[in-house]
């Protein structure tokens, strides 16, 4: 598509959304604003993209973007068109056409920017904008033509003196430029009445060369987020789009509308999501799997046909075939073998389970290893912490946790040992054996030959 360069303007004040967090960094659907752009770009094939910062927000942006970007920084927030001037001494001269982006706009889609760039190419073309007609244009933009339908400039809303709630043709915030045009052009830009530089000004400055509108066919993308109510519009928006995504590749979800997923997850086919689930941040779902009423998984890895219910998992790994819940709580560094049953109202933390292990009940385990087909009694508890020191527990395939059995870590259930109701395990139980009491004693099984 010729070469390009891309430009994300991120350096505003941001007032209206009345937030100490950087506007560009206020997630939606558990990304960061700022991403979607850049994400945008990359994907179009463009390398060189160039992000405009504020002295306040350099140091947030960079620290998530890292050096996948370039940085200018806008010493003062005069506008937009100030802000694109800072690329200048970075861009000027490498590449044939800039695509402008806002770090404000999350919903603009891949097919219609690729669309404008298509569109821009056309000779004699230097300036494109996305455009969509609106029933109110609000706080937005908007875009006049002449009688022959040429634009002639955008009015933003601080310059409007008309009713914000008429219809009109807006702009959308995105736009591709003409590289040795732009910047012979963007010194020149007279400022408003705010004192403000608007990008938008560059619409009025083309008169007599080729501005082209180019129509998005869906409003939705358009929206930018420049207060909360807007973040909960462009939030819900973004939401449905993706679970409409996901129906489509093969996901059922009885009542959609009470089911979020964030833009990062991944989801198998033929997953049943019910009510009120929540999948979070980078969350893989495996294929076949049951998820919810009411699980909220989030950073976690489910394999396929596992069945999580009504429970919460954060950083947790589960394999093939698992059962969880319902009301457990699955914390960093729990992973689950194939198979693992784990029922109601255990936590676990730190602790891999064996395939084929079950705690079925109540129960806490943490900072601990447990062989493969172990069964953990109802109301076991690993006393992992004494105050000091984390420590581990070992427990060794087949062995046998009796009801409420407190292991003092660090401790050892051999292979096959087990644990009588109620002990205080404080020494190794070796393999083979079982411990009984408080503290636990450590006995042979009574069916054991002496
Ligand atoms: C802007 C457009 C408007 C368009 C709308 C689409 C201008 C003047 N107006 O209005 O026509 O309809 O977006 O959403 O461009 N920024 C800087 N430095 C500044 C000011 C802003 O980098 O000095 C950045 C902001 O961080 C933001 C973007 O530019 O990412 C847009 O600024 P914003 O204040 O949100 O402009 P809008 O009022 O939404
Ligand atoms: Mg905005």
Not at 124 to 140: E, F, K, Y
Not at 158 to 174: K, L
Not at 248 to 256: E, F, I, Q, R, Y
């Amino acid at each position: 598509m010729g070469q390009w360069a891309g430009v994300i303007l991120a350096a505003g004040t941001g007032t209206r959304m009345k937030s100490s967090v950087p506007k560009a960094l206020h997630p939606v659907c558990g990304k960061e604003m700022i991403r979607y752009p850049v994400e945008l770009l990359r994907q179009l094939g463009i390398d060189q993209i160039t992000v405009i910062v504020s002295p306040d927000n350099s140091r947030d942006v960079g620290a998530l973007l890292g050096n996948e970007v370039e940085y200018a920084v806008q010493a003062e927030p005069l506008g937009t068109g100030d802000a694109l001037l800072q690329a200048r001494e970075y861009l000027a001269g490498k590449a044939d056409n800039l695509l402008v982006m806002y770090g404000d706009t999350p919903l603009v889609r891949y097919d219609t920017v690729k669309q404008m760039t298509a569109a821009h190419v056309n000779p004699g073309v230097v300036m494109s904008i996305l455009v969509t007609s609106v029933p109110a244009v609000n706080d937005l933009g908007q875009v006049l033509r002449d009688q022959s339908g040429r634009i002639t400039s955008i009015v933003e809303a601080a310059e409007r003196e008309h009713d914000p709630h008429s219809p009109g043709e807006i702009n959308g915030g995105v736009y591709c430029f003409s590289d040795s045009w732009v910047w012979d052009n963007l010194e020149s830009i007279a400022p408003g009445s705010n004192g403000e530089r608007y990008l938008t000004s560059l619409a009025a400055a083309a008169a007599g060369q080729d501005v082209i509108g180019v129509e998005s066919q869906d409003i939705g993308e358009l929206r930018g987020v420049n207060n909360r109510v807007q973040l909960a519009q462009v939030e819900s928006e973004l939401r449905s789009r993706i679970r409409h995504e996901w129906m489509l590749s093969g996901v059922t979800m009885a009542d959609p509308d009470s089911v979020f997923i964030d833009a990062d997850v991944s989801i198998g086919q033929d997953a049943v999501l019910l009510p009120n689930t929540m999948l979070l941040g980078k969350t893989t779902i495996g294929t076949a799997c049951e998820v919810g009423p009411g699980s909220v998984i989030r950073d976690s890895f489910v394999g396929a046909q596992c069945r999580v219910t009504a429970s919460m998992l954060e950083e947790a790994t589960l394999e093939d075939g698992v059962h969880v819940g319902p009301f457990s709580h699955l914390r960093p560094g729990a992973y689950l073998g194939a198979g693992v049953h784990v029922g109601n109202f255990a936590e676990i933390k730190e602790s891999r389970l064996g395939s084929g292990a079950v705690m079925g009940h109540f129960g806490y385990l943490g900072d601990a290893s447990v062989g493969a087909n172990a069964n953990l009694g109802a109301g076991m508890v690993t006393c992992n912490y004494d105050g000091q020191n984390k420590n581990r527990t070992v427990i060794e395939a087949d062995a046998f946790v009796g009801c409420d059995t407190m292991l003092v870590a660090p401790v050892k259930v051999g292979v096959g040992a087990a644990t009588g109701a109620g002990a205080v395990v404080t020494s190794d139980v070796p393999p083979g054996r079982l411990a009984i009491g408080v503290p636990a004693k450590i006995r042979r099984f009574e069916t054991d030959a002496d």
